[in-house]
């Protein structure tokens, strides 16, 4: 059991200290106290990040110099658990990540070319000549970009270079999705029914689909991450699913091939993290429950599963074990399931790489994954049996992205964190990470921000603690899916663990509109809005006297306001007594206390005994306040009496007709335009294809009608909101 225990912190006594270990770096866990895991004595407290280093023997000879063939919070996960292990780094980045964490971080940097992956991250020429030139020893690849790709595995062997990862034979044979399920098939793992060979073209996809069965799963063969996937419930969609997912497959793996199989309607997606070593033996690391998705990629993700027990999860496990000796896989890979409301499972797919949602694994059995891969690696044997391997505690995990979540749950926002701030300080979380204030958000690249984890005795602790992190997280430049992510892991069916793929569909059918304020939480938003209002009124009377501050001073006692909050006017008063405000909204009395700080990016407010974390994004000078209230933004317009009465005179802005326009509903680059000046259009029809992060979405017509003008062609870059075409 030794190095197996979950990992929870860092040194209690500099915790008391109120002191971070520096081997934790930016992103270290919380401290937890004692009696948080009362079971374990103090020797068994490790780091909760998935970092523990007990059971390693310290003199244990692996590497000289790693390079790292990615970027961003992985290349800096990595470089972390090189740095404990006395491994020297070597990062790699394109021209716009010059200066980025992973580079600052890491011993050596090396550019690879210019911005766009294609010439940067996936130039094979050019990081192999970084690795000569750095000498590394070995490369870790990270998870997407270079990380399955046999060619990039056989070249590194050429030259006598290790990759961090399996060998050739079992990425062809995991990699590729046809091969990989006539081999899972052979090994006895559960498979889902359909089309085993490459589809030629899009007749033969209908063809084959129909002979399946609606609904199907269009996928690319060498696909992951979602991309180049596309569900198809009739012969018209299975011939546009064609069309899209070949593309999204070239453009994202540099290969087209797709494959068909029967689409299991409303399943569960559960994985089982595997590790193998060179001498036979393998292990599975219990499940990661993974089935709320947006556009068929992960959201939230936890370990283990509320749905499975311990014969369906030793099932699962052996199945994926089997599955792994059969490649003879050595390194750290996942075998995703699918798994329907009778708990029987199939085959979906093999990563052949470190998992996005690895930390949650980590936390539950202590495991340093990456560190294992690297023992692998080297050639040395696992140091652990399947009966050492645990399930101690719970951990959730959040994907931070930069997304609009009111747009399709999410799409993608580009721009300059201006302030950014982790909630790292809080007990049990953990934030894996690769930005900084100041980092861009840019097109190129995948817009996550980062990995929250938080870990618990149980799932309602490590819920609990999800949601204090997700309200203390401080995001500012971007747009970001802060509410989504809070709403999922409050909500009811998710709290009682009756989810599946299609989750966020049918709890938000019309699309994620944000958090529905319950009446209580109504009068407590409109409460801390009057009171920040007046707070800030009382404290610009300060400089009264000041000529660059003309502020007319009041004496009033108490303040009659109009708070407007979705359109909807609310009779308030407040008065003051010192830092408390007694506040009456629409006839009901709170008391709501805080220190006031306005300059502070947090605020903590007590609303009649209930502590509410909330931030103030911005204040207009006539009472406009953006506010972050549990995790939804609203616009809230705060009044005096005769500033509410000059507001019915001022005119109404008039809405655009959207019908007639169409603009780009984010950043991305045009991939398609399919109609010019004069030509007619019908409701729905396709106007230009847009690629944004590697995933391409068909633009449509609002309405019927004909083309006035084209403002966009094949190959440009376009932001948020940009006019591509327009309707007469």
Known sequence: MAGLWVGAVALVTAGRRGKRPPQL???AAALWTLKTIPRYSRSHLLVARGLSSV????NEKTFDKILIANRGEIACRVIKTCKKMGIKTVAIHSDADASSVHVKMADEAVCVGPAPSSKSYLNMDAIMEAIRRTRSQAVHPGYGFLSENKEFAKRLASENVIFIGPDTHAIQAMGDKIESKLLAKKAKVNTIPGFDGVVKDADEAVRIAREIGYPVMIKASAGGGG?????AWDDEETREGFRFSSQEAASSFGDDRLLIEKFINNPRHIEIQVLGDKHGNALWLNERECSVQRRNQKVVEEAPSTFLDPETRRAMGEQAVALAKAVKYSSAGTVEFLVDSQKNFYFLEMNTRLQVEHPVTECITGLDLVREMIRVAKGYPLRHRQADVPINGWAVEC?????????????????????????SHLPGVRVDSGIQPGSEISIYYDPMISKLITYGSDRTEALQRMEDALDHYVIRGVTHN????????INSRFVKGDINTKFLSDVYPDGFKGHTLTENERKQLLAIASSLFVASQLRAQQFQGHSRVPVVRSDMAKWELTVRLHEEDHAVTASSRGSTFSVEVDGSKLNVSSTWNLALPLLSVNVDGTERTVQCLSREAGGSMNIQFLGTVYKVHVLTKLAAELSKFMLEKVAEDTSSVLRSPMPGVVVAVSVAPG??????QEICVIEAMKMQNSMTAGKTGKVKSVQCKAGDTVGEGDLLVELE
């Open 482 to 489: 802060i509410a989504l992510l809070r709403e999922v892991i």
């Open 679 to 684: 030509d007619m259009v019908s409701e729905g």
């Open 399 to 423: 994907r931070v992205y930069a997304e609009d979540p009111y747009k399709s749950f999410g799409l993608p926002s580009i721009g300059r964190l201006s302030q950014y701030q982790e909630p």
């Open 25 to 27: 770096m930016r992103s």
């Open 227 to 231: 991309k180049g996937m596309r569900i």
């Open 55 to 58: 059971g390693c023997d310290p």
